[in-house]
């Protein structure tokens, strides 16, 4: 499904698109492992489930 749009983009593109999509991906697992040691506050107004 991606193949088409792939070979339409030109590899310094592919390669920008590629090191911004890493950039984002590493952050994200970063930021879910940072947040996976660090205990939730149950007053925190991100996690209030009600």
């Known amino acids: 499904m991606l193949a088409p749009l792939l070979t339409a983009l030109d590899s310094d593109q592919l ?12 952050s994200v697992i970063w930021i879910c492992r940072h947040e996976s040691r660090v205990k939730p506050d149950p007053h925190s107004k991100d996690r209030r489930s009600t």
């Open 15 to 26: 390669l920008l698109i590629l090191f911004f999509l890493g950039i984002n991906l590493g």
